[in-house]
């Protein structure tokens, strides 16, 4: 069984205990003014860097002992990010459903949920964590993604839709994302491949929002994707690692300052 399929099936017995303590009726889902990662990634005159929170991965393990969340937010705001990503997932990532909101309340900028999506559940949960737009993998939902991204939407946030391969980048456009990841991590084998970004990135129509995920280490990193054609980077254990997370994010933007 691959490390994706173990997650999967963590997550779906998560999922039914959650659902049972509180059904989708008995969620309070408050009306806020949720902020567009499109927009902030369009708007951008620079090199929109989505930058991650996350704690530990199955990949890398403990990537961060000091994890101030609302501290760690304001710095990756402060150089210059569009967005923040936050990890959700507590077994293989240590996140937490809450930090969602703790990360809102910290910073301006929108906040995207990352997680294993593969319940519609989840997606209410989300909306009712003030998160501004939810990572949806293409090669866990494969024919019900239409389904996954429509409800996002209907629920006031920004399906990104992250796809690794050219079928998936079709399944994306079809389920009609508007945002789409390429992940240059195989969620399979776990190995990075920069060049995934370049293969993948001339499929994907002009006019949808694209952004480069996984592997990207540095400024050399990061004009590679973006001259390929990639709209923002989303960048977790670069960051993470560093001693000071502002300049780092600066550094990645281009910004003479970082």
Do not use: C, W
Not at 7 to 36: A, L, W
Not at 60 to 71: A, H, K, M, T, Y
């Amino acid at each position: 069984m691959s490390v994706l399929s173990k997650i999967v099936e963590t997550v779906r017995h998560r999922v039914r205990k959650q659902r049972e303590k509180v059904p989708v009726e008995e969620m309070k889902i408050e009306p806020v003014e949720r902020k567009s990662l499109t927009e902030k990634i369009e708007t951008n005159p620079n090199t929109s860097i989505i930058g991650e929170l996350k704690r530990t991965s199955p990949s890398s393990g403990v990537i961060r002992e000091d994890f101030q969340l609302p501290e760690l937010a304001r710095s990756i705001a402060e150089g210059g990010a569009v967005g923040i990503s936050v990890l959700t997932e507590p077994v293989y990532f240590d996140g937490k459903i809450e930090y969602l909101r703790e990360v809102s309340n910290s910073v301006e900028i929108p906040v995207l949920r990352k997680d294993f999506i593969v319940e519609k559940y989840q997606l209410y949960q989300t909306a009712a964590s003030h998160a501004d737009s939810v990572l949806l993998i293409a090669e866990i939902l494969d024919e019900e993604l239409p389904e996954f991204v429509a409800l996002t939407k209907e629920l006031d946030m920004e399906p990104l839709v992250e796809v690794r391969n050219k079928e998936q980048a079709e399944l994306a456009e079809d389920a009609e994302a508007e945002l789409i990841g390429i992940n240059n991590r195989d969620l399979k084998s776990m190995e990075i491949d920069l060049s995934r970004t370049e293969r993948i990135i001339n499929s994907i129509p002009e006019g949808l929002v694209t952004v480069s995920e996984s592997g990207i280490e540095n400024r050399h990193d990061v004009e590679r994707v973006t001259q390929a054609g990639a709209d923002a980077v989303l960048v977790g254990i670069a960051i993470m690692e560093s001693t000071d997370v502002k300049r780092k994010v600066l550094s990645l933007t281009g910004d003479p300052h970082g």
